[in-house]
């Protein structure tokens, strides 16, 4: 069965500008740090069985999604696509000669065939149908058999770097569409805020203060990395190019550093610490509150 996918959101999104809280003049630039801030505070892995936050997010990467594309801001601007990227039923170019006999005819009779159309594709629009992914297939895409509320089996191409709240059309002439909901499963270490992967790492003491090559986990596999002297927790390394790629744009990867004691304490290193903490009696201290 030849199937075809493309992506929609299915409510209707708020204004894409106020959903990102930046003003139509905003550079696309604005537009990605707008998001990055966003999402740092509503991404669902950080807000587990909070739907309203979940639904902000879907809002939010939906109205990322419209506006970081030049082509669709371009037309969402001119009110040729709506919020969701649909087209308007009366989308057209202004004209500075005013609205002739022949616009006002072509406008009248166009909007009997659209609103037939409409009628028409109404009858047949799929209830969607959610389907669950885990973290590692959304960030890398893949191929499953998925079951359909219909009874029909097939198989689906997921698209990497798809995220919560977007939508898979299945389109097939003679069973009809489908459509399935996207939710993405959290992962126990992974979190994912646009094309970038944020991860923690604990480091023992001794790799921190002197410096040690460690081997640390991401979605495309494990990698070798080298952890500074000095490092401290909170230090944070950037792994180029092994976050999602989707689009011909590829992400990062943050590792955030934690260093963990010794677990029984060491004597050894406690005597040293000790001796260490004698001789600094008054250097090392907090930020004055």
Known sequence: MALRVTHHTIAAMRDPYTVLGIPRTASDEDVKRAFR???????????P??????????????????????????????????????????????RGDGVSLDDVIQEFFGRGRRAGAARTRTRGIPTPQTLRIGFLEAALGGTRLVALAD????????????ATGQTLRLRDAQAGDALLEIM????????????????????????????????VPTIHGDVSVKVPRGSNTGTQLRLKG???????????????????L??????????????????????VRGPAI
């Not at 801030?37 to 807000?47: E, F, S």
């Not at 994912?192 to 460690?214: F, K, Y």
């Open 49 to 94: 069985g909070n739907r309203a936050r979940e639904q902000q997010f879907r809002e939010l990467n939906a109205a990322n999604e419209l506006l970081s594309d030049p082509a669709k801001r371009q037309r969402y601007d001119r009110g040729e696509i709506d919020a969701d990227g649909r087209e308007r039923a009366f989308a057209r170019s202004a």
């Open 184 to 215: 993405v499963e959290p992962h126990p270490h992974f979190t994912r805020i646009d094309r970038d992967i944020h991860l923690e790492v604990p480091v023992g003491l001794a790799d921190a203060v002197l410096g040690a090559s460690i081997t």
């Open 37 to 47: 801030r966003l999402a740092k505070r509503l991404h669902p892995d950080l807000n």
């Open 262 to 283: 010794p677990d029984p304490p060491d004597p050894e290193l406690m005597a040293a610490l000790e001796r260490w903490a004698l001789r600094q009696a008054g250097k």
């Open 151 to 162: 009874g029909r089996s097939v198989e689906v191409k997921i698209p990497a770097g798809i």
């Open 242 to 260: 092994k976050g999602i790629e989707a689009g011909g744009v590829g992400g990062d990867q943050y590792v955030k550093l934690r260093i963990m």
